[in-house]
């Protein structure tokens, strides 16, 4: 069974960081793209970052510039690197595959207020 465990959010002021972390069970982790999602309130979830298995990354226009998004096989997680946060990067951060996609998991809320 799949399970994806998101960690690392909060509450932020504008212009903070976040450290994001998802941590993978139950596939081959290295052979998927991964990708972070974010659900503002009240709108559908969208992507945000991708990485794929060679490392190749990309983010949506939103995230270029201010997000890293990293990955460690050897501990089968996913990371997203968020700098310069705005009020407009909150929501719920959620990680699954960019390509085919399993059972979400609980999401890490992020909060960028003053």
């Known amino acids: 069974q799949v399970q994806l465990v998101e960690s690392g959010g909060g509450l932020v002021q504008p212009g903070g960081s976040l450290r994001l972390s998802c941590a993978a069970s139950?596939?081959?982790?290295?052979?998927?793209?991964m990708g972070w999602y974010r659900q503002a309130p009240g709108k559908q979830r969208e992507l945000v970052a991708t990485?794929?298995?060679?490392?190749?990354?990309n983010y949506a226009d939103s995230a270029k510039g201010r997000f890293t998004i990293s990955r460690d096989n050897t501990k089968n997680t996913v990371y997203l690197q968020m700098n310069s946060l705005k009020p407009e990067d909150t929501g719920v951060y959620y990680c699954?595959?960019?390509?085919?996609?399993?059972?979400w998991g609980q999401g890490t809320q992020v909060t960028v207020s003053s």
């Open positions: 139950g596939i081959i982790f290295s052979i998927y793209v």
């Open positions: 990485i794929s298995t060679g490392g190749r990354k």
């Open positions: 699954n595959g960019a390509e085919i996609t399993w059972n």
